[in-house]
């Protein structure tokens, strides 16, 4: 009877392989994909980028609005809005653009609007930053714990307050109240920052959460927060809105928020009815979002993207749509990434900000490959004093906005210059997108 079980479980097997190969074979870049009854019309996701180019009420400017439409007339199918913060005492960064009952939202309406022409998905990325920011901006940021960045960042970030169980809970109203109103403006779909060392990121940390109440200890205990995140906001925007999370595959530190328990939170949100989770990886301490590993696999060389191996691992214990973040350059990565059933969508940043037509270049030549130099002054201090390989990019899509194209040619010392130019001494701050 046993041997008969065992049969029958294998062939059930082999048949449910067989058709998911069989339907993964047919995937191209522009097949379309539904969540919660939404049709995503191709896979390109345009990862989350920082933009500054809030005002000074940080809403979001004209040039936002020409900037998102040419996404949106390059084919993109879900576009990610760069950080949204969720409460304007909490920045990350001076121009960053904040979603809260104090907004303009009619420049928000006029945002997603040419963010959603021709078909586009356009999602907002609520986040706040904790005690990711900068000292010049928050005298007294808060955290899970009072402990204090590390890896030489102590200097350009103040050390945090632990948060106590009524903020804790008035934060939680806060990204609520932040996607009740994105979908009132006209966003398609929210996004929850739970990556990069940002504040639920924090939560979920070992490292960074060493509390000893609900918010704390276990994994069942840090990942409460995004629960409670997810949970209140789907109350508000009800059964057909999308909700989708970025998350860290692991933070890449020493007691950090390791890849076991990260893909045991993502399947605890998968099982709660998360509908999209964008997996990227690293914090400020160690950034392997942007590609700053001490190893890189040869593999991982060639099929391009940074996390594609744990996504495979993923897979085999969700069902919700994952998105791979980081690394895709070519049509032919990207299409294998999807036919090998990792992935659904293909997540980027950086060639949108030099090939704002990047998915309707892709889709139309199996050969297409956006091939760029990372910018550099030669100097590795200088490149990390000014963030280099940030603001180089942020430069591009200022250009964008203001009507202009993309200058690849765009010299790193220019970049030095405009920044030091633009904001002075806080240019010599820290930062990270």
Partial sequence: MVGLDSL?????????????????????????????????????????????????????????????????????????????MVDRKGLGEPKNVVLDE?????????WTKAATAEGTHFWAQLNHPGKQTPSYLTKSPVAPSAIPLGAGLDKAFNIPRALNEEEILKLIKMFTTSAKLAKDVGFTGVQIHGAHGYLVSQFL???????????????ENRMRFVLEIYTSMREVLGKAFPISIKLNSADFQKGGFSEEESIEVMKTLSEAGMDLIEISGGNYEAPAMMGE???VRESTKKREAYFLHFAEKLRQVIDCPICVTGGFRSSAAMLDALKSGATDFIGAARPYALFPDFPILAMADPDYVSSFSLPSTGSKITDRLFAINIVWFEQQLHLLAAGKNADANLSAWSTVWLMTKGVGLQAFRKRRS
């Fill in 8 to 84: 029958r479980t294998s062939v059930k097997f082999a048949l449910t392989f067989s058709f998911s190969v069989e339907c993964n074979m047919k995937i191209q870049l522009d097949s379309d994909f539904d969540i919660r009854n939404n049709t995503i019309r191709n896979r390109f996701l345009k990862s989350s980028m920082s933009e500054q180019l809030g005002d000074k009420e940080n809403n979001p400017t004209q040039g936002l609005v020409n900037l998102y439409r040419i996404w949106a007339q390059g084919g993109v199918g879900i576009s990610i809005s760069g950080n949204i």
């Fill in 102 to 110: 104090e907004s303009d939202l009619d420049a928000f309406r006029r």
């Fill in 205 to 219: 940390s070992p490292h960074h959460n060493q509390r000893e109440d609900q918010w704390g200890g276990s994994l």
């Fill in 293 to 295: 590993t001490k190893k």
